[in-house]
């Protein structure tokens, strides 16, 4: 196959994923029980006989560049390579990334280009499973100078998606970037009141990236595949599988829960196995418990419990008595020494109850604690949680009282 360079983009601050992203980038959100978000394009990657792959990171990176540095290891022998780049200040260039598209265009200098690669550019906060093999053989097929891998939706989802008007042949005629009115929609519209929007998933041959990125613009959606529409030859090859754009805290605590039904729409299951850091942590020791329609990491310890819908992540300990029904529960990682002196310890508490909640790892929930947002609130920062959507969040480290009501 020819040459193939993958970079991933790390993402900007994911304020939306606030504040999960309080103290690490967007792709390095644990999500599954014990993976990382970046664990998933990775995968697809390696699953694809992609092997030299780029990692573009920025903001709050360190989590994000220990667990990709901790988990893709090759032997001496193999030329496969994950690599972070790091945003960094040269005396050409004294200022952070601007965008997406800057990113790139300030690491082409890395990729040591001799003119004839394929470019495949993939977004870190994604979940699905491709095969990036057939996307790169319609893009030289169709002689294409760039590929957008687009995937049906409902028109009426189209605000949150940059949309796209394909030629029956697969060439993109137009794009719209998150339309604010269904007029601007309506003729991007298909059949069945369905569009086709960008999974966030380029193709570039290297000379055409290098010229779509000879300008100023920052950003590929807003600005450079709107561009390169006019200035080259663009087709969109269109993804029939699942595909979710995890970038909100409703959608990643949508995804989450649907991973626990008994047939979700994404499955760590699935042939390709998803990749992630070995841990050799013991299996997990649940006793005395109802448990239904949740998964369980290896690692926790649970006793006498009911847990229902949930999510729960590596070295998760629950009390007693305890009620944890919708949830995302993040885990932990590390375990607290038996001797700690800690008023509180690192898990939930005996006889807590929590509904409809995430709990980010390494929380320290006291005993009889009710996380339930019984007010309803769909935002609101408090002391210790964070309410997104209705959904409360008990953020990386937070200590939650005994007693306490949420």
Not at 47 to 75: A, C, M, P, W
Not at 99 to 118: M, S
Not at 260 to 286: D, H, I, M, N, W
Not at 321 to 336: F, H, K
Request: hydrophobic share 40%; aromatic share 10%.
């Amino acid at each position: 196959m020819k040459k193939v360079i993958t970079l991933i983009l790390g993402g900007g601050q994911g304020k939306r994923l606030f504040p999960l992203t309080m103290y690490r980038s967007k792709p390095a959100v644990p999500i599954g029980g014990k993976y990382r978000l970046i664990d998933i394009p990775i995968s697809n990657c390696l699953h694809s006989g992609l092997k030299d792959i780029y990692v573009l990171t920025q903001f709050n990176s360190e989590s994000l560049n220990n667990h990709v540095n901790n988990t893709y290891r090759f032997d001496y022998f193999s030329r496969a390579f994950v690599r972070i780049l790091a945003a960094e200040q040269t005396v050409d260039n004294t200022t952070w990334f601007q965008g997406t598209a800057d990113a790139v265009r300030r690491n082409l200098i890395h990729l040591d280009l001799k003119g004839d690669e394929d470019i495949l550019i993939l977004s870190g906060d994604h979940l699905y499973d491709m095969d990036y093999r057939d996307l790169l053989n319609f893009h030289r097929k169709s002689g294409a100078d760039f590929t957008v891998s687009v995937v049906p939706i409902k028109a009426k989802e189209a605000k949150e998606f940059g949309i796209l008007k394909v030629a029956r042949e697969g060439r993109i005629m137009g794009f719209k970037e998150k339309p604010k009115a269904m007029s601007e929609v309506k003729p991007y519209s298909l059949r069945g009141g369905h569009c086709l929007a960008s999974m966030g998933v380029y193709v570039f041959g290297a000379k055409a990236l290098v010229r779509a990125l000879g300008g100023t613009d920052t950003d590929f959606g807003k600005e450079i595949i709107p561009h390169s529409i006019k200035k080259f030859k663009g087709f969109g090859y269109i993804f029939n599988g699942y595909w979710k754009d995890v970038g909100t805290i409703k959608a990643f605590y949508d995804v989450s829960i649907d991973m626990a039904v008994s047939k979700p729409q994404f499955s760590f299951f699935y042939e390709g196995s998803v990749f992630t850091r070995p841990r050799f942590l013991p299996s997990a020791r649940v006793f005395d418990c109802r448990v239904s329609r949740s998964i369980i990491a290896e690692g926790s310890i649970i006793g006498d419990a009911d847990i229902t819908n949930s999510m729960v992540g590596l070295r998760s300990i629950i009390g007693k008595g305890c009620d944890i029904s919708r949830t995302v529960m993040m885990g932990a990682d590390y375990y607290e020494a038996q001797d700690s002196t800690a008023s509180i310890r690192i898990g939930i508490g005996d006889g807590s109850r929590i509904d409809k909640a995430i709990i980010d790892k390494n929380a320290r929930i006291g005993k009889n604690v009710i996380i339930k947002n019984e007010k309803g609130l769909k935002n609101f920062d408090g002391e210790n949680y964070f309410i997104r959507d209705g959904i409360v969040i008990i953020p990386k480290n937070a200590i939650v009282k005994s007693g306490s009501r949420i």
